[in-house]
T-cell receptor, first 115, second 111 residues
Framework: GPKVLQIPSHQIIDMGQMVTLNCDPV?????FYWYKQILGQQMEFLVN????????KSKLFKDQFSVERPDGSYFTLKIQPTALEDSAVYFC?????????????FGKGTRLTVV | QQNVQQSPESLIVPEGARTSLNCTFS?????YFWWYRQHSGKAPKALM?????GEKEEGRFTIHLNKASLHFSLHIRDSQPSDSALYLC???????????FGAGTRLAVCP
């Protein structure tokens, strides 16, 4: 079936540095999402993105976070600068349409460790 | 702010058993209700969704939805070891496919 690929699966970064998480969404999908899961907690919505714009973001999407998908390539989440509390698994997702009965496909996640 | 609670946290059942997983939500405006399944080390994958009150069956899996009681559930008939996974419920709210996930129920089906 359709797959969302996330690279790398694990990344370790020094606090204060910049990190970019990469996501290769399903090829014909138009809507893109990031979710964050802190260890032992549930997966929480961060942001969704359509037609080059952020459509909705949660309070977890701090000013240090940004998303983009330049020229239809990877959908990225950039954190600059990183903080210890940014350590989590970040899941990328995509969907073809916006309707509630449209399946949202998830990647396996990138585990980010900020030290 | 949607609050989603799942019960039980974990469950061990013998192969062939009927399994029931529960989910409550707080936003009465939620319109679609999804169950996702995540096998260890894999991506969460959509299992089923429901829109209207009532019941929906797909193979061994059945969803019940009761919007008035803010409750939906997943039932697995003839549970198989391959059903062992983390099950996540996720009501959808807002205009942009925003899913709010519960913490999950970890199911183990023993042969």
């Amino acid at each position: 079936g359709p797959k969302v690929l996330q690279i790398p699966s694990h990344q370790i970064i020094d606090m204060g540095q910049m990190v970019t998480l990469n996501c290769d969404p399903v090829s014909n999908h138009l809507y893109f999402y990031w979710y964050k899961q802190i260890l032992g907690q549930q997966m929480e919505f961060l942001v969704n993105f359509y037609n080059g714009k952020v459509m909705e973001k949660s309070k977890l999407f701090k000013d240090q976070f940004s998303v983009e998908r330049p020229d239809g390539s990877y959908f990225t989440l950039k954190i600059q600068p990183t903080a210890l509390e940014d350590s989590a698994v970040y899941f990328c997702a995509s969907s073809l349409e916006q309707g509630g009965n449209t399946e949202v496909f998830f990647g396996k996640g990138t585990r980010l460790t900020v030290v | 702010q949607q609050n989603v609670q799942q019960s039980p946290e974990s469950l061990i059942v013998p192969e062939g058993a009927r399994t029931s997983l529960n989910c409550t939500f707080s936003d009465s405006a939620s319109q679609y209700f999804w169950w996702y399944r995540q096998h260890s080390g894999k991506a969460p994958k959509a299992l089923m969704s429901i829109f209207s009150n009532g019941e929906k069956e797909e193979g061994r899996f059945t969803i019940h939805l009761n919007k008035a009681s803010l409750h939906f559930s997943l039932h697995i008939r003839d549970s198989q070891p391959s059903d062992s996974a983390l099950y996540l419920c996720a009501p959808l709210s807002g205009s942009f496919n925003k899913l709010t996930f519960g913490a999950g129920t970890r199911l183990a089906v023993c042969p």
